[in-house]
């Protein structure tokens, strides 16, 4: 299963989400068919525009904590909010659960930042 894990500034839309899921879908030559879940970390659990996009895409949203989650990026505006260096990286992680791993670093797109995770080796 591919978790897209999502950052977001306070009141971004659910166009915005979407555009920034898309785009990380695009860069690793993916389509939404493949996503299984949103992961938030509880700091962004009600975002309305999340749960919008989530409703859009037909999957639930897991909430879980960045506890332990290393992350490829290092943004210190996130480090100073979350507590961790990247929101949607940690998010991913926590949400696809053991063993996840990482596609890539973050995408941003449109105020939000989207990051995929998954358990399953890609090829």
Do not use: F, W
């Not at 695009?26 to 996503?35: C, D, F, I, K, Q």
């Amino acid at each position: 299963m591919i978790v897209a894990g999502m950052g977001c500034k306070k009141g971004t839309k659910e166009a915005e989400v979407l555009e920034a899921i898309d785009a990380a879908l695009a860069a690793h030559g993916l389509s939404r068919a493949a996503l299984g879940a949103l992961a938030v970390l509880p700091q962004k659990q009600n975002e309305p525009a999340i749960g919008a996009a989530a409703r859009a895409l037909g999957i639930d949203v897991i909430v879980s904590p960045a506890i332990g989650k290393e992350t490829l990026t290092k943004s210190p505006h996130s480090l100073a909010a979350t507590g961790t260096g990247s929101a949607s990286e940690a998010a991913a992680l926590a949400g696809a659960g053991e063993g996840a791993y990482l596609l890539g670093p973050r995408v941003i797109a449109s105020g939000a930042t989207c990051a995929l995770a998954s358990t399953e080796r890609q090829p």
